[in-house]
C-alpha cells in the first residue's frame, strides 16, 4: 500500500479542477499574465500535480515566513522549502496585482495558460534572511544565493492556483509519472515498500549495488527517481542522463525496479533539501528514501569549505521522522573489491583488504581524455551513452564572448581571430558580429533593454552552434555586467558538453575609441543626433568577471589573438 500524502490528502489541482478546465481556459484568455521562468514552471508543475501536497499555490507572506524561519507553514504542517512567485515592480503596477486579482500562469515554452492565481498578498522578502536561513549563508557561491541576487526579482505574490493543464513535455513522455500516476502503477504491481532513489547524476555500478542492498534488505522494491529539472549548473544534462538511467535499469533484477522522472527544479539546500525530497517521495507514493552524504549539497563556499557538514542532512530528515512518515535509509558508500568482483559498504570491509574507486573527478578527466573506464566501474552501454554526449575536449565547441566600447578593437579581434581558429581546423568557425543577428546597418543606438534583448538573442544561437561543435565568437557591445552574466548562464547551460565560455574583456579606454572612430559615431552621439551609446549617454560597467582583459592600446591585434589561442590551449580546447 503506497504511503498516505503529505498532510493527508494529495492535491491533484489537475484532477480537482478538470471539471471547469476549459472554463478557466476561456477566463485566461481575458486576464492578464505572468510567463513564468524555468523554475517557476517546474515549481507550478509539482503544485499542480501534487508533488508538493499539501500546498495548493505559491506561499503567502505568512507561509513565506514561516517556512524560513521554522521549516512549518503557518498551520504547522512540516514543509522545508519556501515555493514563491518572483515578480518584479513593474510587473506590479503593470498587471495591477492587488489581493483577489486573478493572473494568467503561462508557460514560457509555448505560451499556453496552465493556471490561474487568485492574488493573496503582494510582499517584498529579506531575500539575504532567506539566504542565510534556507541556504545556510548569504554566500553567492551557493548556486541558490547566487540565483537569489541575479535573478529573482523584489517582491512575491502569494495566492492558490487553479488548474487548466499540466505543462506539455515532448521527451520521455512514458516516464513522467503524476504523484497520482505513480501511486497507482505500485497498486497495480501491488508494490507495498518502496524504496526512492534520489538523484541528479548518472548512474554506475555502484548504485546499482546500492540500491539492489537497500531493497533486498527491506523486501522492498526500488523507484529510480531522477530529477530533470534544474539542477546544479554543470550537471549533465537531462537527455543523457535519462538513457544512462534506461540502460542501467535493465541491469536490475527483473520486476524489482522501475524507472520515473521527477521535474523539480532543485535548490541544492542541503538539509533542508533532504527534508524537502523526503516529502516529494511520500507524496509520490514512496515508503523508504535513500539519503546520501552531503545530500543535495552544492560544493564548496567562498571559503573553500563545504557547505554542510557529510551527515547533516541525514540528521536532519531523522529529526523529523515522526512527522514524515518515510523511513530514511542512510547512503552507504560502496567500493569494489577485485578479489571477490563484488561492490561491499566500504565500512564492512576487512582491513587489508584491497579495494578500487573512480572519483567524479576521475571519471571525467577519462571522459575527457578518452582513457578507458573500468567494467567494473560502470557498464559498456552507460560508458557509451557519456562518450557520445561528451566528447574529448578537442572536439567540443565554444564561445569566445568579445565584450568592450563601440571602436574599442573587438571586431578586428573577432574577425582576426576567426582566421587563426580556421587554420587551426578541427571545427567550423562562426562570427556573430553587431548587436542583432543578422545586422547589416549602421544602427548603433539601443535602448539599454534593446541592448540586452538582442545578446540574448546572440548568445542563444551561440549556444546552438557551440552545442554542435563550433568555435564561436561574438563580439557585441554588451555594456551591462548582468546582461553579460545572462549570456554566460544561458551559454554553459545550453552550449553542449563542457559549457565552454570565456569572456573577453576589450578593455579600450574610451579616449582612444572616440579619438579613432573614424565613422563618427561618437561624434553623432555627443551632438544628440543618435541617443543609446554606451560611454557616452549609456553607462558602460566595467566586468566584474572575465578570462582575459586585453586593450589594443597597449597590445598590438596579432599579440591579443595569440593570448586568446593560449587560453583556449590551456583549457585543452585546441
Not at 503544485?47 to 513565506?64: A, K
Request: charge should be negative.
Amino acid at each position: 500500500m503506497a504511503n498516505a500524502p503529505h498532510g493527508g490528502v494529495l492535491k491533484d489541482l489537475v484532477a480537482r479542477d478538470s471539471h471547469i478546465s476549459q472554463q478557466l481556459k476561456d477566463e485566461a484568455e481575458t486576464l492578464p499574465d505572468i510567463v513564468l521562468t524555468e523554475r517557476q514552471l517546474c515549481d507550478l508543475e509539482l503544485i499542480i500535480n501534487g508533488g508538493f501536497s499539501p500546498l495548493e499555490g505559491f506561499m503567502n507572506e505568512r507561509d513565506y515566513t514561516s517556512v524560513v524561519e521554522t521549516l512549518r507553514l503557518a498551520d504547522g504542517v512540516l514543509f522545508a522549502m519556501p515555493i514563491t512567485l518572483d515578480v518584479s515592480k513593474g510587473d506590479i503596477d503593470r498587471l495591477g496585482l492587488a489581493k483577489g486579482a486573478r493572473i494568467a500562469l503561462r508557460d514560457p515554452r509555448d505560451d499556453e495558460a496552465l493556471a490561474i492565481l487568485t492574488v493573496d498578498d503582494v510582499y517584498k522578502p529579506d531575500l539575504v534572511k532567506e539566504a542565510i536561513q534556507v541556504f545556510g549563508a548569504d554566500d553567492p557561491a551557493h548556486p541558490s544565493v547566487s540565483y537569489l541576487r541575479r535573478r529573482v526579482q523584489d517582491y512575491y505574490v502569494g495566492g492558490n492556483v487553479q488548474a487548466i493543464q499540466a505543462p506539455n513535455h515532448f521527451d520521455y513522455v512514458p516516464l513522467r509519472y503524476t504523484p497520482s500516476e505513480l501511486r497507482a502503477h505500485f497498486k497495480k504491481l501491488s508494490w507495498r515498500k518502496v524504496v526512492a532513489f534520489q538523484t541528479r547524476n548518472p548512474m554506475h555500478r555502484a548504485h546499482r549495488e546500492l540500491t539492489v542492498r537497500a531493497a533486498r534488505q527491506r523486501q522492498a522494491n526500488v523507484l529510480i527517481h531522477p530529477v530533470v529539472g534544474l539542477t546544479k549548473p554543470g550537471d549533465v544534462d537531462h537527455y543523457t542522463r535519462v538513457r544512462v538511467y534506461e540502460a542501467i535499469m535493465a541491469k536490475y533484477p527483473n520486476g524489482m525496479g522501475h524507472l520515473a522522472l521527477l521535474p523539480l527544479a532543485m535548490r541544492m539546500a542541503g538539509p533542508r533539501e533532504a527534508v524537502w525530497h523526503a516529502i516529494i517521495r511520500k507524496n509520490y507514493g514512496a515508503t523508504h528514501f535513500i539519503v546520501g552524504r552531503d545530500h543535495a549539497g552544492p560544493g564548496k563556499n567562498s571559503a573553500g569549505k563545504d557547505f554542510y557538514g557529510p551527515y547533516d542532512a541525514q540528521d536532519l530528515v531523522t529529526k523529523y521522522r515522526d512527522e514524515l512518515h518515510i523511513e530514511m535509509v542512510p547512503f552507504q558508500m560502496m567500493t569494489y573489491l577485485p578479489s571477490t568482483d563484488e561492490y561491499q559498504p566500504i565500512d564492512e570491509v576487512p582491513k587489508g583488504v584491497q579495494t578500487l574507486d573512480i572519483s567524479g573527478t576521475e571519471l571525467r578527466r577519462r571522459l575527457k581524455t578518452g582513457a578507458p573506464i573500468p567494467d567494473w566501474f560502470s557498464y559498456d552501454a552507460v560508458v557509451k551513452t557519456l562518450r557520445e554526449s561528451y566528447p574529448p575536449r578537442t572536439q567540443q565547441g565554444f564561445v569566445l564572448f568579445l565584450s568592450g566600447l563601440h571602436n574599442s578593437g573587438k571586431e578586428k579581434i573577432a574577425k582576426a581571430l576567426q582566421v587563426s581558429l580556421n587554420e587551426q581546423g578541427g571545427r567550423s568557425v562562426s562570427l556573430l558580429l553587431g548587436e542583432t543577428i543578422g545586422d547589416k546597418s549602421s544602427k548603433t543606438g539601443y535602448t539599454a533593454e534593446e541592448r540586452h534583448q538582442n545578446t540574448q538573442t546572440i548568445a542563444s544561437v551561440a549556444a546552438e552552434l557551440a552545442r554542435a561543435g563550433a568555435a564561436v565568437i561574438v563580439a557585441p557591445i554588451a555594456p551591462q555586467d548582468h546582461t553579460r552574466q545572462a549570456a554566460k548562464d544561458l551559454i554553459t547551460h545550453q552550449g553542449g558538453a563542457g559549457g565552454n565560455f570565456f569572456m573577453i574583456n576589450v578593455a579600450t579606454p574610451l579616449e582612444h575609441c572616440e579619438r579613432t572612430d573614424r565613422r563618427g559615431v561618437y561624434a553623432k552621439a555627443r551632438s544628440g543626433e543618435i541617443v543609446g551609446l554606451p560611454g557616452i549617454d549609456q553607462e558602460f560597467e566595467a566586468p566584474s568577471f572575465s578570462d582575459l582583459t586585453v586593450d589594443v592600446t597597449s597590445q598590438t591585434v596579432p599579440e591579443i589573438v595569440h593570448s586568446i589561442i593560449l587560453l583556449l590551449e590551456t583549457n585543452s580546447l585546441l
